[in-house]
Structures are given as C-alpha cells and as structure tokens.
C-alpha cells in the first residue's frame, strides 16, 4: 500500500513523511483539516509530532486533495483503539508475535488455533502493515492471562519467529 502511496510524494520527501504519519495513526482528511476521528487536529500540533514545519502538513494536505485517489484513501482513514499497553490493567495478556515473514498467510490463523485449544477469548488482533511499518508485529489481547505452558505452542506455529507477552 505505501509503495503505491509513496509515489504521489516522491519529489516531497517532507511530504511523504507527513503522509506516512497520516496513515500510521489513521489520521484523515476532511476538506483542508486533519482529524483523529471527529477531533480536528492543528497543523502545528502535527507538524511537531512528524518532525516538520507547519507549512508542509497544509502543502501534504493541498497535494492529497488534489489527488482524487489520494483523496478518497486519506478521507476514509478511521484510527484504532490499540489495548496492547492497557491489557494488564485489566487483567488481559497482550502478546506480541514476530513473524518470520509477514506477507506469509496463515500466521494469524495458527496462533488463534492455538489460544481457541487452551480456551482463550481474544478481545483484539492488530497487524502492522508490512508496507508501512520496517518490523511488523502481530499484537493480540487475550480475554485472560496466556499460561506460560501456551507460550511455547505460539513459538511453534506456522511463520513466527518470536512471541513476547506482555
């Protein structure tokens, strides 16, 4: 997907980050604003988050509406509650599964198989885009504490290299 996205801003590399930032945080565009959901976000607050001038989020903004592809993806854009920090709060396990390749199918699959034999619920899946993200992660928050003899079983599964439970 960025691959495809990246190349409206190929002369802009200042640009290009701003958009990026967009799309990792779902972040969209609505006339000539920034929102996270409903809540307007200031092109200042942005420009500091993205680690730019203010002039570049209203230049990225003006690049994206005058792009009717662009335009339509970026004013679909919805954030995402992410409970993997929360979990423990609330008594849930979060585990973190690196895969051995992320564009293999069938990870998530393997790894649900194996919390659904131990009678596990999983209240959240979130995957980290291989195309925008350099390491991407599998993030699931269990409804309960994953027991240490279950860890061992994820490991095992088909495309993971790695398993952290938080």
Not at 7 to 13: A, L, R
Not at 29 to 43: E, K, S, T
Not at 103 to 129: F, K, T, W, Y
């Amino acid at each position: 997907m960025w691959d495809k996205i990246a190349n409206y801003f190929e002369k802009y590399p200042s640009q290009a980050k701003v958009a990026r930032y967009l799309l990792k945080y779902g972040l969209r565009i609505d006339r000539n604003r920034v929102y996270c959901g409903d809540v307007q976000i200031a092109d200042s607050a942005l420009a500091r988050a993205a680690g730019v001038d203010r002039r570049v989020v209203k230049s990225t903004v003006e690049t994206i509406k005058g792009d009717p592809t662009l335009q339509k993806f970026f004013s679909q854009l919805l954030p995402t509650n992410h409970l993997k920090n929360a979990a423990s709060a609330m008594g849930w396990s979060s585990i973190e599964i690196v895969p051995m390749n992320a564009h293999e199918p069938g990870i998530i699959s393997g790894v649900a198989e194996i919390l659904m034999r131990s009678n596990i619920s999983i209240r959240q899946a979130i995957v980290d885009d291989p195309m925008t993200s350099e390491e991407p992660r599998l993030f699931i928050v269990t409804d309960s504490m994953v027991p240490s003899e279950v860890i061992p079983l994820i490991r095992q599964a088909k495309g993971v290299r790695g398993v952290t439970i938080y």
